[in-house]
């Protein structure tokens, strides 16, 4: 458990490194941190726009709260993605970035990866409270399931920590990584349900039957982003608690990602001065 006892040891450093990444981000700005909700804001209006009112797909209303509001379902999974994407780009080019300073002097350099979360986090949660607002003005009752949000956005964070752990120390490794996360990501992104319902893939999969037992769908569900959005839109936008399933996948994904990549950083960390 070395990167948690380095960590639990430089908790001031942590604190201001988390510091400078939230305060440096919208540095000189006039709106400072409400740009936050400008890029999900823009990303909201674009895709609304293209899948609600030109393609015009129509997602079912919520279960049970019956709200039937293509903009905020789109954005209960929009901005897990949204977070879920900057803290692994971050953390790729958060040691890389700092090249220098791992040269110069010790520290944990793990606190490089936590802090680059942490500050996406602070960011996040912004958003995530004016979504709550919004689906509460319009109807929903997100406050009631505040509690199982929370914990579930702190799930997705260890999920994230640990993937940008293995990304970053790949990016040391082989500089292309982070070329080729972006292309990842890219469609990794149309293979979720966040612009579309699962439910449209469900008929896909009905259509054209199992090959050898596999379907579309079940083989579409092997996708482990696919049920942190669901879970979301459970809570946010259904306003009910997720499936046991579903809790307990998301549960074995975070811990298990967050612990290799844990484990993956913890090997690598004490030569990335000489390898950087």
């Not at 752990?165 to 293979?191: E, P, S």
Request: charged share 10%; proline share 5%.
């Amino acid at each position: 458990m070395s990167i948690i006892n380095d960590l639990r040891a430089s908790r001031e450093l942590l604190y201001n490194l988390t510091m400078r990444e939230v305060k440096g981000k919208y540095k000189r700005t006039a709106l400072g941190q409400l740009w936050s909700l400008a890029n999900p804001l823009a990303l909201m209006l674009v895709y609304s726009f293209v899948f609600a009112f030109i393609i015009r797909v129509q997602p079912d209303p919520g279960d049970p709260s019956g709200m039937n509001i293509f903009a905020l379902w789109l954005m209960c999974g929009l901005l897990p993605w949204a977070f879920f994407s900057n803290v692994v780009n971050g953390g790729m080019s958060a040691l890389v970035g700092n090249e220098n300073l791992i040269k110069k002097v010790y520290f944990p350099r793990s606190a490089l990866l936590v802090s680059n979360s942490l500050s996406w986090l602070y960011s996040w949660s912004i958003e995530m409270a004016v979504l709550a607002v919004a689906i509460a003005l319009l109807g929903g009752m997100p406050y009631l399931y505040i509690i199982p949000t929370i914990l579930l956005m702190a799930l997705l964070t260890l999920f994230a920590t640990g993937a940008a752990m293995i990304m970053a120390i790949a990016n040391v490794h082989f500089r292309d990584t982070q070329y080729l996360v972006g292309i990842l990501f890219q469609i990794w992104f149309y293979a979720n349900p966040i612009v579309y319902p699962a439910a449209m893939v469900a008929k896909v999969s009905d259509s054209l039957g199992s090959f050898h037992g596999i379907t579309v769908l079940s083989a579409y569900r092997l996708n482990p982003f696919y049920h942190f959005i669901e879970a979301f839109r459970n809570l946010l936008y259904d306003n009910r608690l997720p499936d046991a399933s579903t809790c307990a996948i998301v549960l074995v994904l975070s811990l298990g990602v967050f612990l290799i990549g844990w484990r993956v950083f913890d090997r690598y960390q004490p030569r990335l001065a000489e390898v950087l």
